[in-house]
């Protein structure tokens, strides 16, 4: 069974910055196209980033510019670095992967951006 383990997520004051990380739970699970997408109360999920096996990124405007996903895939991760936070940064983050042509999300990690 393929899990994804996020970690980084926190509370951080409005100007701050962090680093999600998504690992899938075993090494022979390759992660194809990683993505984040988060979810504020109250609100649906919502798209955030997302990138390919061979680097190509896309991100929605709301992040553009502040938020950049990476990869690493010696170490089968996913990275998300947020920078110049906002209070309306304030959700629920989730990774997402395709492993092996299969859609698997995280639990989900808390990103609380205080003004």
């Known amino acids: 069974q393929v899990q994804l383990v996020e970690s980084g997520g926190g509370l951080v004051q409005a100007g701050g910055s962090l680093r999600l990380s998504c690992t899938a739970s075993?090494?022979?699970?390759?992660?194809?196209?990683g993505a984040w997408y988060r979810q504020a109360p109250g609100k649906q999920r919502e798209f955030i980033a997302t990138?390919?096996?061979?680097?190509?990124?896309n991100y929605a405007d709301s992040v553009k510019g502040r938020f950049t996903i990476s990869r690493d895939n010696a170490k089968n991760t996913v990275y998300l670095q947020m920078n110049s936070l906002k209070p309306e940064d304030t959700a629920v983050y989730y990774c997402?992967?395709?492993?092996?042509?299969?859609?698997?999300w995280g639990q989900g990690t808390q990103v609380t951006v205080s003004s």
């Open positions: 075993e090494s022979i699970f390759t992660i194809n196209i």
């Open positions: 990138i390919t096996s061979s680097g190509s990124t």
């Open positions: 997402n992967a395709v492993i092996s042509l299969r859609r698997y």
